[in-house]
């Protein structure tokens, strides 16, 4: 059980040759990750790179077709959402999945609710309100269904759910996609609170600023693969680059033809 | 009003938002609800006063105490298989054979009882276990083959069709004793008089006294409260309408008992969706099932829990529905049973789409299809008209739930 690499502490989730295919579509390769407790992993990569497909693989909803995964140490099998929330890894989906026709209560709590023959509806409130003031949320009322708060609100009670069983791993799926600036500074800085309070976030985000800003490790997938590890003071080029999977690509042609531009 | 004002509620810290305090609040609140499309039980209970004046106008013996006995006595069997088919709506699925299923249970009644001679209670038993299986086959069929359920309960719907005319074999119907207790409950047993007072008093006081602990332990979590004139003002409207009702069929012949155990489960299942895990887990189910599946929420359970729900529930709607008729023939649960029952939970508000819905949308739906149908027997209308009335009232209730599910989308309200 221990780690052969130079007696380094223990990571709390270990991926090893984790592989997805999709009929013909290899949408994972090989994955190796490794994240450690109080430490932000980014996971950074294209359009189609396999962050989404990584992350639904660690939150129980696909099965990988090979590879292991180990957390706390022993190798898990994540067969289905339940069993993942179980062990303490909590997500944040691109696509939210909130119930629209829930209110914000039921949602926070749901499939973890208080009381399950007689709902403690007064003590779920409390904490609910508790926990979107720590998150400095803006939600006009509790009690009114999921449809009627915008995207932002919608992106704070998911956040907001994720945290409620305390996860040892806590994965975030673009999360500040829908916010505004306010609320994309409280979700980081509610990153390195939940990194400070010892737990592991894994952090997906197209905003390479956000990423820098808080991100520990960079990992890069490219083509469902990875494509080297990166830290923070990491020059945007050289990020580009692995992203991209050439020094020649888009992004440098443009900043290129922009320079020519002052130039002349 | 409930606010001291020295300190803001927990959540009455956003100060833009409009809370509704008083009576004046709520029914300011029910306004805005109602008109962004939230209809709850609005358009039913509009539709039974209207139904009521119409019949009465024709024919004033509708209103007859004694008449409304009967009705209620006839809405108990397809008011329990419609509240069973307001579970498996919940979801946005459907059971189709419920009809057949109450028909099978009937014959099982007649088959086991009066012809082999078993004790009563094992020949339920026995037609509310067939009902059990019956729903977990349907479930399975969908959470293993991804059957829809539409078609899995319309083959279940002919092969339970077979296995009701198998059962009775060429006699056709069976007689039940018109001694028997489970006849007797059917046709005459009512409620006494001391019981049905006491029984109408007993909402109003539950409400009072749970919502006063509600609002005691809301002030201690430093939580709003609505206040205590919407609670009375509510409790005693309710307590007084339901002691009119009773003292209104007391002039007849009371209240049946068999109307008195569809109610009962009404509430226990009003109080499952609302107050449990697993109400809530239906809710969520219906609404978003990859949203509850990724919540942790055990999708296929929630579905063999509420198909076996509803065909048990279709079994007992015909174990009643042969006690009331005092015999089991290849008659029941066939013709408009099926409809009827569906049509009462989309009438009374649940939706066809799934995600909502109440368990007394059965009571009330199937007390508007109920009088229809008693309205229309009493003019001597034919049965062909009364079809075609029942038809167009389905139709118009899921147009109207169609409609405000627009505009519920359009306010922002799913």
């Keep these: 059980m221990t780690d052969p690499r130079e007696g380094a502490a223990q990571p709390i989730l270990k991926l090893r040759g984790v592989s997805k295919q999709f009929g013909a579509v290899q949408a994972l390769k090989d994955i190796e990750l490794d994240v450690h407790a109080g430490e932000v992993v980014a996971l950074v990569g294209d359009n189609g790179a396999g962050k989404s497909t990584l992350v639904k693989v660690l939150a129980g909803v696909h099965q990988p077709t090979d590879g292991a995964i180990e957390f706390m140490g022993q190798p898990v099998t994540l067969d289905s959402p339940g069993k993942a929330l179980e062990l303490g890894i909590a ?24 009381g399950p023959w007689a709902l403690d509806e007064v003590q779920m409130e409390v904490r609910a309100w508790t926990l979107l003031q720590e998150l400095a949320a803006r939600i006009p009322s509790v009690r009114e269904p999921v449809a009627s708060l915008s995207g932002g609100q919608r992106q704070t009670v998911a956040i907001a759910r994720s945290l409620l069983l305390d996860p040892k ?15 994309t500074a409280e979700v980081l800085n509610l990153i390195e609170r939940v990194r400070d309070r010892g737990h592991g976030v894994i952090l997906i985000s197209h905003n390479m600023e956000d990423v820098r800003a808080v991100a520990d490790r ?25 992203i991209t999977g050439a020094t020649e690509n888009a992004v440098s042609r443009r900043r290129a033809r922009k320079l020519e531009e002052v130039e002349q | 009003m409930s606010d001291t004002g020295n300190k803001a509620a927990l959540d009455r810290s956003d100060s833009r938002v409009r809370h509704d305090e008083g009576i004046g609040g709520a029914i300011r609140a029910f306004i805005d609800r109602v008109r962004s499309g939230d209809l709850g039980m609005l358009p039913v209970a509009v539709g039974l006063v209207l139904i009521a004046t119409v019949f009465w106008s024709l024919n004033p013996i509708f209103l007859a105490p004694n008449n409304l006995v009967n009705l209620l006595f006839d809405a108990a069997a397809v008011g329990c298989i419609s509240l069973g088919i307001v579970c498996v709506l919940m979801l946005g699925e459907i059971d189709l054979s419920v009809g057949s299923m109450s028909g099978v249970a009937s014959a099982l009644i007649g088959v086991i009882w009066v012809k082999l001679g078993f004790p009563l209670p094992v020949a339920i038993l026995a037609a509310l276990s067939m009902g059990a299986l019956m729903g977990m086959v349907y479930a399975l069929l ?28 060429s006699t056709g119907s069976i007689n039940l004793p018109y001694a028997s207790p489970l006849v007797k409950f059917g046709q005459i047993m009512m409620m006494p008089a001391w019981l049905s007072y006491l029984l109408a008093i007993l909402p109003g006081a539950a409400m009072v006294w749970f919502g006063l602990d509600r609002m005691r332990r809301r002030a201690a979590a430093n939580l709003s409260n609505p206040g205590l004139s919407v609670l009375l003002a509510k409790a005693i409207i309710l ?9 209104y069929l007391s002039q007849g012949r009371g209240i049946p008992y068999m109307f008195g155990l569809f109610v009962a489960l009404v509430v226990i299942m009003n109080y499952a969706l609302t107050r449990t895990k697993w109400g809530r887990a239906m809710f969520a189910v219906g ?3 990859e949203a509850a599946r990724r919540s942790g929420i055990n999708v296929n359970r929630i579905r063999v829990s509420a198909f076996m729900v509803c065909s048990t529930l279709a079994a007992l709607g015909g174990v009643l529905a ?4 005092a015999s089991s023939s290849q008659q029941a649960g066939t013709g408009d049973v099926n409809l009827n029952a569906i049509a009462a939970a989309v009438i009374g508000g649940t939706s066809l789409f ?9 009571l009330l739906g199937i007390l508007v299809i109920q009088a229809i149908s008693n309205g229309l027997t009493l003019l001597n209308l034919s049965s062909s008209l009364r079809y075609m009335i029942t038809g167009a009232v389905l139709a118009i209730a899921v147009i109207v739930d169609s409609l405000a599910r627009q505009s519920r989308a359009s306010h922002g309200r799913a």
């Design chain 1, 91 to 114: 997500t944040v989906f691109q696509d939210l999945a909130l119930c629209e026709n829930l209110d914000v209560v039921a949602n926070l709590f749901l499939g973890h609710e208080l």
């Design chain 1, 169 to 183: 791993v806590i994965m975030l799926d673009e999360p500040t996609a829908a916010l505004g600036v306010a609320q």
């Design chain 1, 218 to 242: 960079i990992v890069v997938l490219r083509l469902g693969q990875n494509n080297g590890v990166f830290t923070a003071e990491t020059s945007n080029a050289e990020l580009v680059a692995a």
């Design chain 2, 142 to 169: 969908l959470t293993r083959f991804g059957m829809p359920s539409f078609v899995s309960t319309l083959a279940g719907l002919l092969a339970l069709l077979g296995m009701q005319l198998y059962l009775l074999g």
């Design chain 2, 239 to 247: 307590t007084v309408a339901l002691l009119a009702v009773v003292w």
């Design chain 2, 287 to 289: 609404g978003n099932r």
């Design chain 2, 322 to 325: 042969a006690s009331r008729l």
């Design chain 2, 354 to 362: 799934g995600g909502r819905g109440s368990a007394w949308s059965a």
